[in-house]
C-alpha cells in the first residue's frame, strides 16, 4: 500500500501536544485491551480506501485463525508479524485519547479512538511492555504454557484455498505476491473495469441487498457486513457508502485494477471484487461473509456474473 499521506487518522503524525503510552500488542494480551471499551471510533485504510465505525470491538482474530462478521461488532483482523507496536495516546490539547496499532515502518494502521470518558478511563488498565517489545516476538505467559503466535505455516495455500485463504494472503503483503501469480489461482477470476464499483454500490442500496466489505492497512484488515443504506459520489471520483454501521470510503482515482474473484465459502463459490492500487496491492474487498441466506447470495452471484469485464 502506498505511505499514508492524507491517511485521515487524526493525530498519527504526531503534531499534536500530548502522551503516548507504549501497550502489549501481542495476542491475547491485545484483544484483552480491544474488548475493554464499549464505544470506539474503529478506523483501518489508507489513501485508497478507509472504514470507519463507531461501536465496540469482537474479539480480533490472526492470520490462520476463523474469522466472523457480526452485526454491532468492529470486526478487526491483523497479522501479528506486521503490527510491531500498539499506543494509547492522550492528546494534550482535546483531552481525547485513541489506540493505535502500528506497522514496522512506524505507520499507524488501525486506530480505536475512545469516545467515552469511561473508556479513556479504563485505558489506563491497558497493559504495558517495554519500548522496542514486537506483537511478532515470542511470548510466554508466566503462569501457563507459551502462546504460539499464527504464522504462515498455519495459513492454508491461497492457490487452492478459500475466501479466507485470499483474505489472509492480501493481509500478509497487500496481496502483491498473490497478484504477480495469480496465474497459478484454481479458482475463477477474471479483471473488469473499475468503475463499475459505483454502480454495484447503488445496485444493491437500491434493492437492499447486503453486502459485506473489508478494507486492509499493511498487516490490519477491518471488515463490515449488512445493507447499505446510502452511497455518494464526488466530482473527483470519491466513492462513499454506509453499509450497516460503518462508514466505507473508496478514492477510484486511486483503483489502478478491479478483479472479480471467486473461491469457496459458506454457500459455495461466492464472487468478491477486489480493487488494487498503483502498486498492485489490493485496499478493498466487497463480497458476501459467512451465512447470509441462500437468497442473498444467489442475488449476489447473479450481480456478479453480469458485470463486464476490461473491454479490448
Do not use: K
Amino acid at each position: 500500500m502506498a505511505e499514508h499521506h492524507g491517511c485521515g487518522f487524526e493525530g498519527c503524525c504526531g503534531r499534536r501536544n500530548g502522551t503516548a503510552r507504549l501497550i502489549d500488542a501481542r495476542m491475547p494480551e491485545l484483544a484483552r485491551c480491544l474488548t475493554l471499551f464499549q464505544y470506539v471510533q474503529a478506523v483501518t485504510g489508507g489513501p485508497v480506501a478507509r472504514i470507519d465505525q463507531a461501536g465496540s470491538y469482537a474479539v480480533p482474530s490472526l492470520r490462520g485463525e476463523a474469522f466472523a462478521v457480526r452485526p454491532g461488532s468492529i470486526a478487526l483482523r491483523i497479522d501479528a508479524a506486521g503490527v510491531d507496536t500498539a499506543v494509547v495516546a492522550r492528546d494534550g490539547d482535546t483531552g481525547s485519547v485513541a489506540l493505535r496499532l502500528l506497522d514496522t515502518e512506524g505507520r499507524t494502521v488501525h486506530q480505536g479512538r475512545l469516545l467515552s470518558e469511561g473508556d479513556r478511563l479504563l485505558a489506563g488498565l491497558a497493559g504495558t511492555v517495554e519500548a522496542g517489545a514486537s506483537a511478532a516476538g515470542p511470548h510466554v505467559v508466566p503462569a501457563g504454557p507459551p502462546v504460539i503466535p499464527s504464522g504462515p505455516e498455519h495459513v492454508p495455500a491461497w492457490e487452492e484455498g478459500d475466501q479466507l485463504a485470499q483474505l489472509d494472503a492480501v493481509l500478509a503483503d497487500g496481496g502483491a505476491a498473490r497478484r504477480e501469480a495469480f496465474h497459478r489461482y484454481r479458482g475463477e477470476h477474471r479483471p473488469i473495469e473499475v468503475d463499475v464499483v459505483p454502480a454495484v454500490l447503488d445496485h444493491v442500496c437500491s434493492v437492499g441487498l447486503p453486502i459485506g466489505v473489508a478494507v486492509f492497512a499493511p498487516a490490519a484488515m477491518q471488515a463490515c457486513g449488512g445493507r447499505v443504506h446510502v452511497t455518494d459520489r464526488t466530482v473527483g471520483g470519491r466513492v462513499f457508502a454506509a453499509v450497516a454501521e460503518s462508514s466505507v470510503e473508496i478514492d477510484l482515482a486511486g483503483v489502478r485494477a478491479c478483479h472479480l474473484v471467486r473461491s469457496t465459502a459458506a454457500h459455495g463459490p461466492t464472487s468478491a471484487l477486489e480493487l488494487d492500487d498503483e502498486d498492485g496491492r489490493c485496499v478493498a474487498v466487497v463480497t458476501q461473509f459467512g451465512m447470509v441466506g441462500e437468497d442473498v447470495h444467489a442475488a449476489w452471484e447473479h450481480l456478479a456474473a453480469s458485470l463486464p469485464g476490461i473491454s479490448t
